[in-house]
């Protein structure tokens, strides 16, 4: 019995998976799809020079990637992403010969790669390490690795990766130990004890210890910024007076003060002055010191006594490097607002200016300010020395410049941390607009037959300019997929005189061809085409600063107007933070052309308040706008664009507001009224309270406003309809907390609360189970996973809501008189893998079944279809079930291979998945973003609205043609047999 | 009316007796008309004196006509159960059937009802309608039992409207 009842079930699965297969043809790959790789921005940076495979650029960037960037054209190596979070988060990076060092967590991973292939050479890890407390390196000679964690040193030998000495450090409790450094055959450790002293520990290089003695200095503090220059001189920036505190660690028994006298310096900035390390170990001992915006003073250090060498107020990034014997300073700034690098060379000592390293190069505005500069001289074959210049912009961009001056290449990091995704319609041709312009003019009828006549002999103008276009070049746009990062970068050389072809841009056929406007981390909006994947527009936003909600920062982007109301233009809308005040700051944009709306100000709108919340409502005035409330934390609403306060008043009856506040846990409603004065202001009307004291909230979801749902509900095998429960107010809230009685258990809990209301519709708790959680919400089902603590496995709960058989209201649904208590049915699933984003498709109208899309952690997005996490999946498959079409139930879901939408093309530390509809209402277009970027469209219920790319149109045409020939033939043959019969 | 007679017999007929003969020849000689045969009438008679004398034979026969539908049903009944509640083409051709063939009948009532007479033949034609109309709702019992007809609230789920948004709730986590 047994196994037959496996026998039916393998059957239906099998079944089941034939009807829902989506994978692609080896020669697919890549035609509608398209991936890029990022590593982030780079906090570490190191050349290495010549050798078999060229220039090398090791960087290890904030996004905790190590990774080899080819000098030559900009593309990746290779690249080692490590740890999410703060275990994977790279203290230091060193590179000696050809291995590749980095110290993470703290110490907790100390690794050595190869520098040439990126394989882990050897790993460690050291016993006591804090994550909290940053390790640095240092290496002596070409085979010793000495690394600083919390409290030991801990040496290494590169080449084996063993272990040759520890050696604890006496009262790592009170003392911070940050700095390591070594001179001459003496490694020095120097920690700081808070307003108190400095600890300086001299170790030989056998591991044992030579001294250890403390320096008096009350004015530190142990977030104090202090560098050791060339392994002798600790410098020290005293934040309170902004005196430069210089201590030879060899003999120095106090500190010597340097006052910066004749610089004028802004203490009361927070973040100066800062300390900036120039040049290797070998070039003189002279430190920058950043007193201000781009404002540097150059201290050179000399037996304990410091002096300040130059004053450089207008520089925005400064970097020493050596030349045969002379010792240069190069300097860059950007010259007022123009897309020109004037980059300065000069004798680092005797200040005198070297011409042949002074050049204009060409560096985009969407750059920002060049933040740090790695210049590297090369003999070219002339004899003179060319410069090579790699500089990390403001937007986190990587740019290799020459002295040519232009970019060798650009990559574009702000891409690794996208905070925002919107898919924009392309608009429809001119002829189009044109055409569509024609209703809803009262012209009289000649007037409309001219324009009628006039646009159509253009529409024939074009398509036979169109057709002789394409006769003489066949098209290169081809699919994004084979474009390589070099021809990205090509491209966007010559993106100034390019003029992207004008059809180029229009709406296509089914609408697959759209803009993705992503807004960035660094405060840079990308407009990015989706056929591609290449930017057509970026814009920088340097004051644009991120709001920080729980535990990512969030910049809102909002589609105001979209390209469907020609001749009205789209707007887009970035809400963020200003980075110098921290007030709301808005910018308004073209999302075709990235250009700055006409009706906003191009310098952004500041909003002179706090802001608690920000919505763009579905009405629409009559210019076609969606107007954007924003409500700040004195409860009053503003209204962008103003004009539209109106329209908000009208409906204020209908709109309602809601806020959560992480820090007590209580969650708000607001209605939207008027007070005296005809402001609009909230009034409280319900709060609900988590209990902050036992959880926190760490998610709230809303349903997506575009969200269309078809069908109102499902049929049952009795024929009877399980009607929806479609609150589209509803809110789903996760809370996490931990057990109060026993330590190490934790529990989350769900809770679903109509948004007008505060009704709360739902609750439920899962024990001993804990995050981190991904929740979606879509229709009348939420999905979210969780680590399951006793089971010690991932697994994956779905809850459906359902009004019963009956409607209560069949036309509309109001909160205020709601349908009893839904019907709520729930299941869980063992998830196969770790699920790092969660997202579900979405199409035009809301007919094609729904897909589930998983980003795993590694490296897969997996696509499984909602029947398989339906909670109504029955453990014995009866009849009625069977006709039903629901599935047994099994506790594993299955993670089949050919449901990898991204097939091999690994993408990494993915925290979103944005959806959008396409003009087919079968497909769905899919845009996973973190470190890499994956771009696919998805057919959840196959191409059923598109007939197949091998239909024999020449086939079936041809039969059918051959049918009526041959019914036309013999029609005559049978006439003229009848006659003839009647002749005789 | 015997001229009348003689003139209307067959056209192969040679009449030697005529006196034009149609190619213009001289006829051979000229006589009068025989006398006929002794019982011979040339009048008809109808015999509606023997129908008048047999008024339960034309009953008889209007009730077969009128109750002939409701004979049917017992054996349509029989069909039914035979060809059981599945879709498949066979049942379907049977409903098909079941369908067409009352609806046929009730399409050329006017046609039948002329065929009924007699004293009853208002309650007759009646019966007939009744028997048809039988036929049909048998029909239609069948595609019920079938599952075919769209009475359960499902078969209008496609149509059913969104429900209309009245409230619009907005928010989230501070900023």
Known sequence: ?984 | MSIKTAQKRHKWALDYTSKHRPDGSKQLFQSEPLPEPLGFSITTFSDSGARDNNPDLIEKKSWDIALGPLKQIPMNLFIMWMAGNSISIFPIMMVGMMFIRPIQALLAIQQTFKMIEGANKTIQRIVYALGNLAGVGLAVYKCQVMGLLPTHASDWLAFVEPQKQLEWANGGIGL
């Open chain 1, 1 to 984: 019995m047994n196994t037959l009842d496996f026998s039916i079930i393998f059957q239906f699965a099998i079944l089941l998976f034939d009807r829902n297969i989506q994978c692609l043809y080896e020669d697919q790959a890549g035609t509608f799809d398209w991936r890029q790789q990022y590593v982030g921005r780079a906090q570490f940076v190191e050349y290495i020079q010549g050798g078999q495979s060229g220039t090398r650029i090791i960087v290890g960037t904030e996004q905790n990637v190590v990774a080899a960037i080819n000098g030559k054209n900009g593309q990746i190596g290779w690249r080692q992403v490590l740890e999410k979070g703060p275990s994977g988060h790279i203290n230091d990076l060193k590179v000696s010969g050809n291995y590749v060092v980095t110290a993470s967590a703290g110490g907790e991973h100390i690794r050595c790669f190869n520098a040439i292939s990126g394989s882990l050479h050897w790993e460690s890890s050291i016993p006591g390490a804090l994550p909290s407390h940053p390790a640095s390196i240092q290496i002596h000679g070409s085979d010793l690795v000495a690394v600083l964690s919390y409290d030991r040193i801990v040496a290494y030998n590169i080449e084996a990766g063993n272990e040759l000495w520890s050696l604890a450090l006496t009262d790592s409790t009170k003392v911070k130990y940050s700095y390591l450094a070594f001179s001459e055959e003496v490694l020095y450790a120097v920690g700081i004890s808070d307003r108190s002293h400095v600890s300086l520990n001299s170790v030989r290089l056998d591991g044992t210890e030579k001294t250890s003695r403390s320096v008096a200095a009350v004015w530190i503090a142990s977030d104090n910024k202090c560098s050791i220059l060339k392994g002798s001189h600790l410098v020290c920036v005293d934040k309170n007076s902004g005196i430069l505190q210089i201590l030879s660690l060899a003999n120095g028994v106090n500190f010597a003060p340097l006052v910066l006298q004749d610089v004028k310096v802004d203490y009361n900035k927070v973040s100066f002055p800062n300390l900036q390390l120039l040049g290797d170990p070998h070039s003189p001992a002279v430190i920058a010191v950043e007193v201000g915006d781009q404002e540097y003073v150059l201290v050179a250090v000399e037996n304990g006594k410091a002096r300040v060498v130059k004053h450089l107020p207008k520089v925005a990034a400064l970097q020493v490097m050596g030349m045969g014997e002379q010792w240069l300073l190069l300097t860059a700034r950007r010259s007022d607002n123009t897309d020109v690098l004037n980059v300065f060379g000069s004798d680092l000592l005797t200040g005198s200016p070297v011409h042949e390293l002074s050049h204009s190069i060409k560096y985009p505005i969407h750059h920002g300010n060049p933040q740090r500069l790695y210049g590297t001289l090369s003999k070219l074959r002339d004899g003179s020395s060319g410069l090579s210049l790699l500089t990390c912009g403001e937007d986190h961009s990587l740019v290799l410049l020459t002295h040519s001056g232009k970019a060798l290449w650009t990559r574009e990091e702000a891409l690794a941390s996208i905070l925002s995704v919107e898919m924009v319609d392309l608009p429809v041709s001119q002829i189009m607009a044109k055409m569509e312009d024609e209703f809803g003019t009262n012209d009289n009828i000649l007037q409309m037959f001219l324009k009628r006549f006039s646009t159509q002999l253009s529409q024939l103008w074009t398509f036979a300019l169109q057709l002789k276009h394409r006769l003489r070049i066949p098209r290169q746009h081809h699919a994004g997929g084979s474009i390589s990062e070099t021809e990205r970068m090509s491209e966007e050389d010559s993106d100034d005189d390019e003029g992207l072809d004008e059809t180029y841009l229009t709406r296509d056929e089914f609408n697959l061809h759209k803009i993705i406007v992503v807004v960035t981390g660094p405060g840079k909006v990308f407009g990015l085409d989706s056929n591609t994947g290449v930017s057509i527009w970026k814009t920088f936003y340097p004051s644009l600063g991120t709001f920080h909600r729980i535990d990512r920062d969030v910049l809102l982007l909002f589609v105001q107007r979209t390209t469907a109301h020609f001749p009205h233009q789209p707007v887009c809308t970035v809400l963020g933070k200003d980075k110098v005040s921290g007030l709301p700051i808005m910018f308004s944009f073209h999302p075709i052309t990235g250009l700055p709306s006409e009706s906003a100000p191009s310098e952004g709108r500041r909003l002179n308040y706090k802001i608690v919340n920000a919505v763009m409502l579905t009405q629409m005035d009559e210019h076609f706008l969606h107007p954007i409330v924003v409500m700040d934390s004195e409860k009053k609403f503003h209204v962008y664009p103003q004009s539209d306060v109106d329209l908000v008043k009208q409906f204020s009856a209908s709109l309602f507001v809601f806020t959560t506040n992480i820090e007590t846990g209580i969650i708000t409603g607001y209605g939207v009224e008027l007070d005296k004065k005809q402001q609009l202001i909230g009034n409280p009307l319900w709060t609900v309270d988590t209990n902050r004291n036992l959880q926190a909230i760490t998610k709230v979801v809303t349903k997506r406003a575009l969200e269309h749902v078809h069908s109102q509900g499902i049929v049952l095998e009795d024929r009877s309809v399980q009607y929806k429960y479609l609150n589209p107010n509803l809110i789903a809230v996760l809370t996490e907390g931990e057990e109060a009685q026993q330590k190490a258990s934790a529990f989350f809990s769900v809770y679903l609360i109509d948004g007008v209301t505060g009704n709360l519709v739902f609750h439920c708790t899962h024990k001993k189970s804990k995050g981190p959680i991904q929740l979606m919400h879509s229709e009348n089902w939420i999905v979210y996973n969780y680590w399951n603590q006793k089971q010690r496995r991932m697994e994956l709960a779905v809850l459906e809501l359902y009004e019963g058989t009956r409607q209560s209201n069949a036309t509309a649904f109001t909160s205020f008189h709601p349908p009893p208590p839904p019907i709520v049915m729930r299941q869980a699933y063992i998830f196969p893998g770790h699920i790092s984003a969660l997202a579900t498709t979405i199409t035009e109208k809301g007919i094609t079944s729904k897909q589930l899309l998983f980003a795993l952690e590694t490296g897969g997005v997996l696509g499984l279809p909602k029947l398989l996490i339906d909670p109504r999946r029955p453990e014995v498959l009866s009849q009625e079930a069977r006709e039903e079409g629901l599935v047994p139930y099994l506790p594993e879901l299955p993670r089949p291979a050919d449901h990898i939408i991204n097939y091999h093309q690994s993408v990494f530390n993915i925290h979103g998945i944005h959806t959008a509809p396409a003009g087919l209402e079968s497909t769905s277009l899919v845009l996973c973003y973190g470190l890499d970027l994956f771009y696919t469209r998805v057919m959840p219920s196959k191409m059923f609205d598109v007939l197949k790319e091998d239909f024999d149109y020449f086939f079936i045409s041809s039969v059918l043609i051959g049918m009526i020939v041959v019914s036309v033939i013999t029609q005559r043959l049978a006439v003229r047999k009848a006659l003839n019969r009647a002749w005789k």
